[in-house]
């Protein structure tokens, strides 16, 4: 382990590769042949005994690089070829359409001369219009528009740039950096085959967070690609036999996979596309050491994505290690000029009672008014738009498991006026643009504060006002406090419960705390 250590306080990677056994035999090796090997020369007034020459290590330690990277096959990164669309913005356009999707800001962080950051593609075409399988599992799913940040940041990760995209949660970064992995996968000179190893490597912090990104891969699942998922406290030789029936990529959280990479049960030099997801959260969780380690062993000329939610200094500095010549893409939290013209009415409610709320407001309904009902999931959807077809009222619904046709239905119904009332999940929330509606009514309020301000959004367009009703229970408590904060800023009304409400959670988080400190000592071991 000295060797590991020298070379480590020296800022280099040391040789790791076959066995254990090979990796301390290759330490070794380090010491003894390399003398001849690599120049290593003891200084004339070198104390007696020294076991590691350090200096000579540290002049060396491109070399060791070289040796180490030596003989892998090249890698292709660029695969991007703008769409005359995109091609043909004016600075202005691509200036106001960043103002536009929560002010995003694009800057390039390479030394020296600065790149042109591309424009932004609007339409999921201008990205994939030359891979149709893409294209056909994205009209599947039914997504009308690119998020801001895959807009941005696709044009980018294609061109084979490191990227760091700074978002909030819920905003589509996991399709930002999977689909341009998958073209790049399938892209390489070397098959899939040949490769010997997975080829897209993803660290989560979280088994969930793990999880859902398989779940997206899976459900994108684009030429035969195969991918498995690594985390703790799973089936640790499952999740062996695996890996080692081989992979295409691997989402792992850092601790397993270290764990995984010590005993030799996966071998990364074959990773070419790397992606870091919720760096920040990572890092609060302590996995930098995990992070260091795993690293050390995936290939310089790879291409890297970072994802976070925030920009702390332990984000920049991680990503000033791992990454080269990044550009950046920072999407603001929040677009607040919609939530201006729309009159925001929020009632704290029991669950019970929302059926009889909704049905009060259906019922004094005006004939010109035109509502989107959100609810979180689409059994709720299905529920209450048979509810109102039973009593006679037209409604239609729009959630992910609908046929396309049947959205497409829907949507254009909704458009037209033939029925004023649609019921959807958060799917219709992004990008659905119909003009005439009056009201938004958020049966179930959203997963986050983001999105509620794009679902009331979808009133008040185009220089009309609007009016939203959201329905708020106590299981919501922890959004409590970044709504008041909305509200107040466009002057609505609070109300008392809701500022209870967030009263207690912020008590509730205090004890928490408190109780977390309290229990550490004691769970010291006695000495
Ligand atoms: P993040 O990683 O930024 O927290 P996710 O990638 O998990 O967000 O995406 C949040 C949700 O948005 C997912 O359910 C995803 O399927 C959905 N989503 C992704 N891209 C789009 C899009 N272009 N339009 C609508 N929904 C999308
Ligand atoms: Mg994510």
């Not at 009222?393 to 033939?418: C, M, T, W």
């Not at 986050?448 to 609007?466: C, D, F, K, L, S």
Request: with cysteine; hydrophobic share 35%; proline share 5%.
């Amino acid at each position: 382990m000295l060797i590991d250590n020298a070379l480590a306080s020296s800022g280099q990677n040391y040789v790791r590769s076959g066995t254990e056994k090979d990796s301390i035999k290759q330490q070794h090796f380090g010491v003894n042949s390399a003398e001849e090997d690599l120049d290593i020369t003891k200084p004339a007034n070198a104390p007696m005994k020294s076991v590691i020459d350090w200096a000579s290590l540290r002049k060396n330690a491109a070399k060791y690089e070289a040796m180490k990277w030596a003989g892998l096959p090249p890698v292709e990164k660029n695969f991007y070829k703008e769409s005359s669309r995109t091609a043909s913005m004016s600075q202005e356009e691509v200036e106001m359409w960043r103002k536009e999707n929560n002010n995003i800001i694009c800057d390039d962080l390479k030394e020296g001369e600065k790149r042109c950051i591309p424009n932004p593609v609007c339409k999921f075409e201008d990205a994939f219009e030359l891979y149709p399988d893409i294209m056909d599992n994205i009209r599947k799913v039914g997504f009308q528009n690119p998020t801001p940040i895959q807009s941005q940041a696709w044009p980018i990760i294609l061109q084979g740039i490191d990227l760091i995209g700074i978002a909030q949660t819920g905003t589509g970064k996991t399709l930002a950096y999977l689909i341009p992995g998958f073209i790049h996968l399938t892209s390489q000179p070397l098959s899939k085959d040949q490769r010997g190893g997975p080829g897209m490597l993803v660290l989560a912090p979280t088994r969930e967070l793990a999880l859902q990104v398989e779940a997206e891969c899976l459900k994108y699942a684009y030429k035969g690609i195969k991918s498995i998922c690594i985390y703790g406290g799973g089936d640790r030789k499952g999740q062996i036999d695996m890996v080692t029936k081989g992979v295409d990529i691997v989402i792992a959280t850092p601790g397993r996979l270290n764990d995984l990479q010590m005993s030799n049960f996966i071998n990364l030099r074959s990773i070419t596309y790397l992606v870091l997801d919720e760096a920040d959260r990572m890092l609060d969780m302590g996995f930098e050491p995990q992070i260091m380690k795993i690293l050390i062993d995936v290939r310089p000329d790879r291409q890297t994505v970072m994802t976070s939610a925030t920009w702390p200094d332990g984000v920049r500095r991680l990503a000033k290690s791992y990454l080269k010549n990044p550009m950046i893409v920072y999407v603001g939290t929040l677009d607040l000029t919609a939530v201006n013209t729309v009159e925001q009415r929020v009632v704290v409610i029991d669950e019970e009672e929302k059926r009889a709320f909704v049905q009060d407001f259906v019922e004094s309904m005006k004939p010109k008014d035109k509502v989107i009902i959100f609810v979180g999931k689409k059994i709720t959807a299905d529920d209450l738009s048979s509810e109102f077809s039973l009593q006679g009222i037209p409604v239609q619904s729009l959630h992910g498991n609908r046929e396309q046709y049947d959205r497409e239905q829907a949507l254009d119904d909704f458009r037209k006026g033939k029925v004023r009332i649609l019921v959807a999940t958060d799917l219709a929330s992004r990008g659905l643009d119909v003009h005439d509606i009056t009201h938004v009514f958020n049966f179930d309020f959203p997963r986050n504060i983001e999105e509620y301000v794009h679902r009331i959004g979808r009133t008040g367009r185009a220089g009309r006002t609007g009016e939203a009703v959201t329905l708020i229970t106590r299981s919501n408590w922890r959004v409590a406090s970044e709504l008041i904060e909305i509200l107040e800023r466009s002057n609505q009304a609070v109300p008392d419960e809701l500022i209870v409400m967030a009263e207690r959670y912020k008590q509730f988080q205090l004890k928490k705390e408190m109780e977390r400190d309290f229990q550490r000592p004691q769970r010291m071991p006695l000495k």
